[in-house]
Each structure stands twice: as structure tokens, then as C-alpha cells.
């Protein structure tokens, strides 16, 4: 057992162990004092866990109802949260009642938005069963959903009353979805860690997975403790993801995933500093190097001025501004503050 304690304004901690999808039930009796659990799960995951999640819910008295939603970013939207809003008034859940996210992190996005807004806040616990999920969505009380203007627009800050990491549900993931996760791994030693990322580089992740969760998780969980709202230091978790969001938007949420596009993201900023004296010569090839090891892409056929335009509604926009994740070198990086006007001719390189 790996305990990694978070200490925001509501402190709980990230429980790392295979097998602990078993234990689900002990963990929420321990962590609340619901009678109710509502769990929110997809067509995809539902399959494979939800039995053996209900099984150990049920063990220890609780009663369980479960909302399974069709799987895919496409799903994350206010008509499926309004949905888990349907169930969890037909199962008369309460403010003393409690949410179990089980899944990735669309699904952990969603329950975690629905308990935010449900009678203004009830609990949650995040169950994450994929690699983006483990290693970053699931910690730092970010919720949300997209509307057709752009990706998580509107959410909430809500914290979990726990994480519960089984790695072996990556066991069952297909590879697409480990790919998607890595991007999220690899941002990590961009921003943060140089070591970290030359261990990336010799192509051993998923022979360390364990390692790899609690190295990002515990990178996650200082940069949030230090700063939970996002006001400073948070925004460097955004490394690759203005474009990266932008990219998504562009092709509808549909045909590349979260994971794709901060890929192409990341190398692309990486440039960007570069063509500007910034970034130190060469971070780019570095972190394409490691992007390909891993499956994912580092490069897109859509041209800088949609990027561009796209990233006009992006949530980290402010005052006709927006703030871009840039390197100095691996794992030294640092916010700019850009006129959104500025940002094609900013991103521009040739």
C-alpha cells in the first residue's frame, strides 16, 4: 500500500494497491457516513467492475444504485450529468449520501461535477481505472464538463473524500488508453522533473507503473496543495493542454483523444520556445522522442491559425488574454501571459 496525503482545504489521501477495487466498500464506510452510493460508471468499464465494486459496497450494508453512461468524450456534457441528476432523485440520495466515480477521467469529470452541484455538494470518492485517471484527472478536485464552445467550460473545485488506485485495472485498458495516459506522465517530467523524464526515456514505464503513478500523483499533489484554485502555480499542469484543447475542439472531441492531442501540444510549445529564445535548443526533438516511444503523435495536420482560434475560448483565458506553459529546458518551466491577438503570430515558428 502506497498513502499519498493531500492536503488542500479539505484533506484526504490517494490510496495506491492492486486488488483495493475489492475493498471499495471499507474504504467508503471508513471515509464517510453514507447510507446510499450512487455509482457512476461507463458502458465500457461497467462490465469489467462494477459487480465486484457493488459486491464489496453491499458486503458492508450499503445501499447501492448504479448510472452507467455510454462511454466517450462525446458524453461530457450537461445532458449526461443531467441524467445522473435524474438518478440520483429517483434513489433520494442526501447530503449525507456519497458519489463513487468509477472509471477514467471523463467519468471522474462528470461524478465529480454531479456530486459538486447535487443539493450544492454531497461526497465523492474517485475509483480511476484508466492511466490519465490514476496519474492526473483524478487528483485535484477539478470537475467539469464541455459544451460545444470548448472543453470543460463550465465545473466546479470539489474535492474527493479519497483516490483508490488499483493499478491492475490498466491490466484490461487497451492500448490506445495507455497511450493517452502517457502524454499526462510525460508532461510530468517535462514540468517538473528532469530525472523523471530520463527515466521515460528508456521506454520502462509500464514495467515501473507503480512507481510512475506515485511519482506523478505526488508532483500533483505539491503543485496543488501549494496552490488548489489554480491562481499560480497550478496553470504549469497545463503544459501542451491550451493546444492540446484547442486540437480536440477542432475534430469534435472525436477521433483523437485527450492524451493525442496534449501530445502534439507539448511539442509544439516546445518549438514555439525555442523559435523565441526560450526553451533550450532541442527540448522539442527530446520530448517527441519520448512521445513516439510511447505511441502517441507529435504532430497534426490542423493548421496554427485554427489552433489559434479555437484557443479563443479556452478556459484559461482572461481579459482578452491568455496564459501559455512554456520551458526553459526539462523540467524547469514557468507561465507567459500573451494577448490572445498575439497568439498566432506567438506560436508561429517558420
Known sequence: MRTIHVNTGKPYDIFIERGIIDSVGEYVKKFSNAQKVTVITDSNVAPKYQWRVLNSLEKEG??????????????????????????????????????????????????????????????????????????????????????????NLVGAFHQPNAVLIDPNTLVTLPDVFMCDGMAEVIKYGCIKDADFFEMLKNGDAYQNIEDVIERCVTIKRDVVSRDERESGERMLLNFGHTLGHSIEKIYNFTGITH???????????????????????????????????????????????????????????????INLVLLRSIGDSFTKKIKLEELLEFITTD
Not at 483524478?138 to 460545444?148: A, C, F, L, Q, R
Not at 523565441?276 to 512521445?291: F, L, M, P, S, Y
Request: hydrophobic share 40%.
Open 259 to 321: 492524451g493525442m492531442a496534449v501530445a502534439i501540444g507539448m511539442v509544439l510549445m516546445a518549438k514555439t520556445g525555442e523559435a523565441r529564445g526560450i526553451t533550450e535548443q532541442g527540448t522539442a526533438d527530446k520530448i517527441a522522442d519520448v512521445c513516439l516511444k510511447y505511441g502517441l503523435p507529435t504532430n497534426d495536420e490542423a493548421s496554427l491559425e485554427a489552433m489559434a482560434e479555437a484557443a479563443g475560448s479556452d478556459k484559461k483565458t482572461s481579459g482578452g488574454c
Open 62 to 151: 450499503f445501499d447501492v444504485r448504479t448510472h452507467i453512461f455510454q462511454a466517450g468524450e462525446q458524453s461530457k456534457n450537461l445532458t449526461t450529468v443531467s441524467e445522473m441528476y435524474n438518478t440520483l432523485a429517483d434513489f433520494k440520495m442526501t447530503r449525507r449520501d456519497i458519489i463513487l466515480a468509477l472509471g477514467g477521467g471523463v467519468t471522474g469529470d462528470m461524478a465529480g461535477f454531479a456530486a459538486a452541484s447535487w443539493l450544492r455538494g454531497i461526497d465523492f470518492i474517485q475509483v480511476p481505472t484508466s492511466l490519465l485517471a490514476q496519474v492526473d484527472s483524478s487528483v485535484g478536485g477539478k470537475t467539469g464538463v464541455d459544451i460545444p464552445q470548448g472543453k
